[in-house]
């Protein structure tokens, strides 16, 4: 088995399109509207079959979590860079254009080497290897 997807809701589906094509270098799906729904979305796909869905609906309620706070259920993804230097250059990259840095570039205790941040919307993503 694998993971196919990952979906996120979101306010600004352009931002957060954007952001990972810029950063992350997925490609886009075109974009699906349900107009009946008010429904719309997109699916970003990274080098390898994991894709990510980001989607928009007026009638979903905002997040009240404390973003800066752990809590129970979903609380970060990972992606992989393939090497320390490019968890440096894209964490730099991400820092220089003013995204939230939460840890690192740094070797974890378990043995992984990553930096943790935050995208448009408050979601945590790990970078490793």
């Not at 997807?5 to 509207?33: G, P, Q, R």
């Not at 939460?102 to 080497?113: A, E, I, V």
């Not at 945590?124 to 290897?129: G, L």
């Amino acid at each position: 088995m694998k993971i196919h997807h990952i979906a996120l809701w979101t306010n600004d589906l352009e931002v957060m399109k954007n952001f990972y094509v810029k950063y992350f270098n997925c490609k886009s799906s075109n974009k699906y509207t349900n107009h009946i729904t008010s429904f719309e979305s997109y699916f970003l796909e990274f080098d390898s079959e994991t894709k990510i869905e980001i989607m928009k609906m007026p009638s979903i309620p905002g997040n009240f979590n404390d973003l800066e706070k752990q809590y129970i259920g979903l609380i970060h993804f990972a992606v992989s860079t393939g090497s320390c230097e490019k968890v440096d250059q894209l964490t730099e990259k991400l820092r220089a254009d003013g995204y939230r840095i939460l840890s690192g570039p740094r070797k974890t205790g378990d043995g992984y080497y990553e930096s943790c941040i935050m995208d448009p919307d408050g979601n945590r993503i790990e970078i490793t290897v």
